[in-house]
């Protein structure tokens, strides 16, 4: 099925750890997002790509760092995890089709940083 | 920055109910969207709506884009269990192909059979 897939799904760190978590999508979109999901805070955006070959800065962009490694790839590095970083990472993607505009969500990484 | 206030923030209803959660902005949006999300899944759109005064139905769900394109209101009628999740709104200025949205933090809905 069309979407977006995000992995890991699920991830533990140690503070001081890094990892990188991907996405795919595979809807010819040409902008995509990452977004960290807190209780009670909603979703909150990190960085996005409005197309290929480039990324900006979102609204809580510190301690990330992310990659367009092509129009289906962008993913998002923690180069040093902290346990402020605990939280649920989204990745989303948008474009149009036709007069219709969608804006498609991944399932999540529930990611734990101790 | 621009801000949703969204509300409620939960709701507890009877089965069969109907279900009425807005939110509003500081300023003004050119396209809205309503998503729900469920236990351990990411945000599924519900509705989405491009045009002031727009009136948009999908199933027993009806949303409308507000006249001053500061605000958005999502109706459910005839509520059922399955309705249960997180609802929320979200607003964006587009261009192009790209917009980021700006989300309100969530209408918790639980329904009792």
């Known amino acids: 099925n069309a979407g977006v897939t995000q992995t890991p799904k699920f991830q533990v760190l140690k503070t001081g750890q890094s990892m990188t978590l991907q996405c795919a999508q595979d809807?010819?979109?040409?902008?995509m997002y990452w977004y960290r999901q807190d209780p009670g805070m909603g979703l909150r955006l990190i960085y996005y790509?409005?197309?290929?070959?480039?990324?900006d800065k979102g609204e809580v962009p510190n301690g990330y760092n992310v990659s367009r490694l092509n129009k289906r790839e962008f993913s998002l590095r923690l180069e040093s995890a902290a346990p402020s970083q605990t939280s649920v990472y989204f990745c989303?993607?948008?474009?149009?089709?036709?007069?219709?505009?969608?804006?498609?969500f991944g399932s999540g990484t529930r990611l734990t940083v101790v | 920055g621009q801000q949703l206030n969204q509300s409620p923030q939960s709701m507890f209803i009877q089965e069969g109910e109907d279900v009425s959660m807005n939110c509003t902005s500081s300023?003004?949006?050119?396209?809205w969207l309503w998503y729900k999300q469920e236990p351990g899944e990411g945000p599924v759109l519900l509705i989405a709506?491009?045009?002031?005064?727009e009136l948009t139905s999908n199933g027993r769900l009806t949303a409308q884009f507000g006249i001053t394109r500061k605000d958005s209101f999502l109706n459910i009628s005839a509520s059922i269990p399955s309705d249960v999740g997180i609802y929320f709104c979200?607003?964006?200025?587009?261009?192009?192909?790209?917009?980021?949205?700006?989300f309100g933090k969530g209408t918790k809905l639980s329904v009792k059979p």
């Open positions: 809807m010819n979109h040409n902008s």
């Open positions: 989303a993607s948008s474009g149009r089709t036709g007069t219709t505009y969608g804006y498609t």
């Open positions: 300023s003004i949006f050119n396209t």
């Open positions: 979200a607003g964006m200025n587009y261009g192009g192909s790209q917009g980021n949205l700006i």
């Open positions: 790509s409005a197309s290929e070959g480039t990324t």
């Open positions: 709506l491009y045009k002031a005064g």
